[in-house]
């Protein structure tokens, strides 16, 4: 991927933003589903425990996303990658604010997490390279950054919503932000033809090692993950 030439160190490009405001969202996403339980489970005719499955679904396709999406879209443009996850993610979104079936919305906060590891995936891979190496530490701090945002922010003012509007309409409203984050997505990440060439063969090995899949096991264990426990 081509991007201008790296700023002077202190200072991140507009993608770093954008990337990180993505981050925001989806993390809002994974987690704010805690706080709307009780306004879920008489709707969808399940008790609250049993609602928390809907935090464990996101919770697992969080923790097979990451790699195994980013080894799935491996030879796809990066910003065509990130645009994919993000229409996944607001279709995901739609499919469980029109469901009345626990399943469904149970397979839709599956699939959605699974495209939230994929734009993570490339994400911070586009804002590294994007920095330089000067800032690149630095970007990886913003985009973690956004997480932190959203469970600061975004959870309290996404259950809070949830509560006025319903947790149909909070859906909605993630929907409409992921088209455009999309949309800003698409303007302000350079184009790029298909990504450099990594063999396959050496994505599966590193899956294999143990220490991955223990990070992104610890990454997941939020104490929302075990609400339905």
Excluded: C
Aim: avoid cysteine; proline fraction near 5%; charge should be positive.
């Amino acid at each position: 991927m081509s991007f201008p030439a790296a700023p002077a160190p202190g200072k991140l490009p507009f993608v770093v933003w954008v990337l990180a405001a993505g981050t925001f969202l989806m993390g809002t996403t994974e987690f704010v589903i805690a706080g709307i339980l009780p306004d879920i489970a008489p709707d969808l005719g399940t008790s609250v425990s049993h609602t928390g499955l809907l935090i464990t679904a996101f919770a697992v396709g969080m923790i097979v996303g990451g790699p195994t999406m980013a080894l799935a879209t491996l030879r796809l443009p990066q910003r065509l990658t990130l645009v994919l996850a993000l229409a996944v993610f607001a279709a995901g979104h739609v499919v469980a604010a029109v469901s009345s079936s626990f399943t469904v919305v149970l397979a839709a906060r599956f699939v959605t997490a699974l495209a939230t590891g994929a734009f993570w995936a490339v994400g911070f891979v586009i804002a590294t390279a994007a920095a330089g190496s000067g800032n690149a530490t630095r970007a990886v701090s913003v985009m973690m950054g956004g997480l932190t945002l959203a469970n600061v922010v975004g959870v309290p003012a996404g259950s809070l919503a949830g509560h006025v509007t319903g947790w149909r309409g909070l859906f909605w409203a993630l929907a409409a932000l992921a088209v455009l984050a999309a949309a800003v997505i698409a303007r302000f990440i350079p184009r790029t033809e298909q990504r450099a060439q990594v063999s396959v063969r050496a994505e599966i090995r590193t899956l294999r090692q143990g220490r991955l899949w223990l990070a992104r096991r610890r990454r997941n264990a939020s104490p929302a993950t075990y609400t339905s426990t």
